[in-house]
């Protein structure tokens, strides 16, 4: 899948993958004026930043494609800050950016500013160790490698989480996500999981949208329904929608299943992809509805980091497959199925195989040799037991009074999963 995207289509995802690149203000605005309007040619013809507009917005496959996932719970909500706080309580967990020392942090967001003047790794790149200058994510230049960022400082050095308990943990890696779900017995959803989730009932020819409340994208209407950004990026959100980088976890109204922030706020953690290429869905409050800022944030939307990548807008809901009943089904004899064993002699004779009575089971690994349903001989309602585990199922024809018996047993009915991701 492709996203569909403005200006900054590429940059409102930073990744830990990508080699940082040393700069500082007056670089910065160089750089990102040459990304987006390359170099003017000796023609004097300005060449295009590149064609983003490869999909409609909805980020998926055209025609939709519609696939089929077993039962699932999942989260109503993101895992906020208060929780993630009882985890690293319980377990003394470190996260990965508190190992890296460092996150990325959205550059106008950085609490100090005085730290990207006085050189943020103190590394101005000439090596002589006096700073003056900042690192960032060259496909994200907007996003500093921050030190001390972490989920408890999202903001770097002088924040804190202490008045956001009900706000979305961030600057968690998928790692750091699974580790949370494991812990509380659940796992991270799957990305056919999610959306069927998200996009609640809404995946029919005649009912698809592109939101969670519909196709309306005027920005005073996205506003109440969704956190996203407003006015322009990366250094002025308005907050028409009443914030500026994260908000509380149920602050929006649910979709019609119940779930909340399936658009908006930050993005999530899916399970599965590669260490190089994880998966994260749902958009975050960098990014715009109708796609004029960064992502097109749809029920869509959708993106690939490196695994250990932290940043202030990527968070995580967990999920959790329910436990399901065993059943049984009836199976018959082989001997019903492939006919009697026999031995061809040398004249093309065939005569019955001496073998031990009952040898299709013997190399059966799930049968109990001490199990006394399989040693018994007690009687059955369709016949009788025999030593074996099979039943002898004994049925009389109305008309003729004949008696035929089949040998049947019953055996676990083995689950067919429609989606790969369970």
């Not at 030190?147 to 943990?169: N, T």
């Not at 059943?327 to 082989?334: I, K, L, M, N």
């Not at 005569?351 to 059966?364: N, P, Q, T």
Request: net charge negative; proline share 4%.
């Amino acid at each position: 899948m492709k996203h569909f995207g403005g200006a900054f289509a590429d940059e409102d995802l930073a990744d830990r993958s990508h080699r940082l690149k040393h700069t500082n203000d007056e670089e910065l605005v160089a750089y990102v004026k040459s990304r987006r309007h390359g170099v003017v040619a000796e023609d004097g013809m300005p060449r295009g930043y590149q064609d983003v507009d490869v999909n409609g917005l909805d980020g998926g496959v055209t025609p939709p494609k519609f696939v089929q996932v077993e039962p699932f719970f999942m989260d109503e909500v993101l895992v906020s800050n208060g929780e993630f706080a009882k985890f690293v309580a319980a377990t003394r967990y470190e996260t990965e950016a508190e190992g890296f020392g460092w996150s990325f942090v959205l550059r106008s967001y950085v609490r100090r500013q005085s730290v990207l003047l006085e050189g943020n790794h103190n590394n101005d790149g000439d090596g002589d160790g006096d700073g003056g200058g900042y690192e960032v994510d060259p496909e994200a230049v907007h996003w500093v490698a921050l030190e001390g960022a972490q989920w408890r400082m999202p903001e770097g050095p002088g924040s804190s989480y202490g008045s956001r308990m009900d706000h979305p943990v961030v600057h968690v890696s998928h790692r750091d996500a699974a580790e949370y779900c494991q812990w509380v017995g659940k796992r991270l959803p799957g990305e056919r999981e999610y959306e069927a989730a998200a996009r609640a009932g809404r995946f029919h020819g005649d009912n698809r949208t592109l939101y969670s409340w519909g196709d309306e994208d005027e920005e005073g209407f996205v506003a109440k329904h969704a956190n996203l950004w407003q006015g322009e990026f990366p250094d002025n959100n308005t907050a028409l929608d009443g914030w500026r980088a994260t908000s509380p976890v149920r602050h929006f109204k649910p979709n019609d299943y119940g779930f909340y922030d399936t658009i908006g706020n930050v993005w999530e953690w899916m399970r599965g992809g590669k260490k190089k290429a994880r998966i994260v869905r749902g958009a975050s409050f960098v990014d715009s509805a109708d796609g004029h800022v960064n992502h097109a944030a749809t029920l869509g939307a959708r993106a690939t980091l490196h695994g250990s990548t932290g940043t202030a807008n990527v968070g995580f809901r967990c999920a959790k497959s329910p436990k399901l009943k065993d059943e049984y089904t009836w199976v018959y004899h082989d001997e019903e199925i492939h006919g009697t064993l026999s031995i061809e002699d040398e004249f093309g004779a065939h005569h019955a195989a001496g073998v031990e009575r009952g040898w299709e089971d013997l190399h059966d690994p799930y049968r109990m040799e001490d199990d006394d349903d399989f040693l018994n001989n007690e009687e059955d309602e369709d016949g009788y037991e025999d030593w074996d585990g099979y039943v002898t199922e004994i049925t009389v024809d109305e008309k003729t009074g004949k008696k035929t018996k089949r040998k049947k047993r019953k055996v676990l009915k083995p689950r067919m999963r429609a989606s790969g991701e369970l």
